[in-house]
């Protein structure tokens, strides 16, 4: 069994306490031990050692991605007043693409740079097919959450439902999963189907909710501001032709039986304390994008709120198309900072984003209990990055929270090398 020896300051583990002078031994894609560099069984004595300073950790979880739109982000780079707005110009570009070979290429593009921060595993959106595949070319992993948008009733039984069947039916290098995109951009009755359908094959969930200020108006009262990139179309949904249904946001996305312990929800911003507990309840975890958020224009996360009210929490980059980079670390140190300006004050918030940024995310993706990823134990992936940051005292946690972003110096998928700043980039 060939081995090899991964080493650095401190190793964070995240399921457990950091290790001083630590190493992980990886054999046959999985870690076969860790521990402190003293204590290193002899039998491993001879294993090449890969030697980094700073942090060693599990492999990064961006639980909300849309690699796709990598090559947006002129739109990224901008400034936007609301998620309306933001959507207007999003719209432009997306109808620019004529050549679907774009979106595999922006789709690698966004891999590889999530990849050089640290991120081992994605929870990738894929709109258009053409993007599907980007993961295992560039040798990581995730969930390919095929995405249904602007379904009505009619159209979906008219043709569209056959047509998501067919995408679902075509077999891909990492498993995949289903995106309902919105409950505002799906007929409920769509939604309800797509949740049974993935609910058969046993497949994870991820979609968009409480994105929009106005939203809510939306589920309440039929108000059809949410949609206006739908232009003439909007009034088709049924929520506009019915006057709405009197719903808060996350109460309508219960009722059409999105919120389950399978799924997870990407942005969650716009919910009050009810709705909060709701998703807690139903074992819905949500993935925070404060980057995102910020480009867009809209209000900062209540992740204040979603930690002292004791949820599981992940964190995405989503798209350059809203983002400035595909570095998941910048969003967890905005994270801290919005948390302590909301009024947090446990002791335990690096902690908790550290374990945001990994184990959260492999939990709402449904890949950390039975696949091991988010933590490193013995047998788990050897899915590892190293942070070159520097530790006052012991404090590790807050030295990854507040110093990783641009520091990753490697990332290791499955055992193999995918990233390393001293060389040439992987391909």
């Not at 990823?373 to 807050?398: I, K, M, Q």
Request: glycine share 10%; hydrophobic share 40%; charged share 20%.
């Amino acid at each position: 069994m060939k081995s090899k020896v991964f080493s650095a300051d401190w190793v964070l583990p995240v399921a457990a306490q950091p290790i001083r002078n630590g190493v992980v031994v990886v054999a046959d894609e999985r870690i076969v031990w860790l521990g402190t560099a003293d204590e290193m069984p002899a039998e491993w004595a001879e294993s090449p050692v890969e030697r980094r300073s700073g942090v060693l950790m599990p492999g990064l979880v961006n639980a909300h991605t849309h690699l796709q739109y990598t090559h947006f982000d002129e739109v990224g780079r901008g400034s936007f007043t609301s998620f309306e707005d933001w959507s207007d110009a999003f719209g432009l570009v997306y109808d620019e693409v004529t050549d679907p070979s774009a979106w595999r290429d922006a789709a690698l593009d966004g891999a590889r740079q999530g990849i050089a921060t640290g991120t081992t595993v994605f929870a990738e959106i894929v709109t258009n097919d053409e993007a599907r595949g980007s993961l295992s070319e560039c040798r990581v992993t995730g969930i390919e959450y095929l995405e249904a948008i602007g379904e009505f009733g009619n159209s979906w039984r008219d043709g569209g439902r056959d047509t998501f069947l067919a995408r679902l039916a075509a077999s891909g290098a990492v498993p995949f999963g289903v995106s309902p995109h919105a409950p505002y951009s799906l007929d409920g009755a769509v939604i309800s189907d797509l949740m049974q359908i993935a609910a058969e094959r046993d497949l994870r969930v991820h979609s968009h909710v409480g994105e929009s200020a106005v939203e809510a108006d939306l589920y309440r009262s039929g108000v059809n501001t949410v949609l206006t990139a739908y232009g003439d179309l909007r009034d088709e949904f049924e929520l506009v032709r019915k006057g709405g249904v009197g719903h808060t946001t996350a109460e309508y996305a219960d009722s059409i039986g999105l919120l389950v312990p399978t799924a997870h929800l990407a942005h969650a911003i716009y919910l009050d304390r009810a709705e909060r507990d709701l998703l807690r309840s139903r074992g819905t975890q949500v993935a925070l994008c404060p980057r995102s958020n910020k480009v867009i224009g809209l209000d900062a996360p209540p992740v204040a709120a979603y930690l002292t009210e004791g949820h599981e929490i992940a964190v995405g980059t989503d798209s350059l198309a809203s983002s400035p980079s595909m570095d998941l670390m910048a969003d967890v140190a905005l994270l801290a900072v919005l948390a302590r300006e909301q009024g947090y004050t446990d002791d335990d918030l690096y902690r908790r984003l550290v374990r945001a940024a990994t184990l959260g995310g492999a939990l709402a993706m449904g890949v950390a209990d039975s696949l091991g990823y988010g933590s490193l134990t013995v047998g788990g992936p050897a899915d590892l990055a190293v942070f070159d940051v520097d530790v006052h005292g012991d404090d590790v946690e807050r030295a990854v929270v507040e110093q990783a972003a641009g520091r990753c110096t490697l990332t290791v998928s499955a055992g193999r090398v995918v990233h390393d700043s001293s060389l040439a980039p992987v391909g």
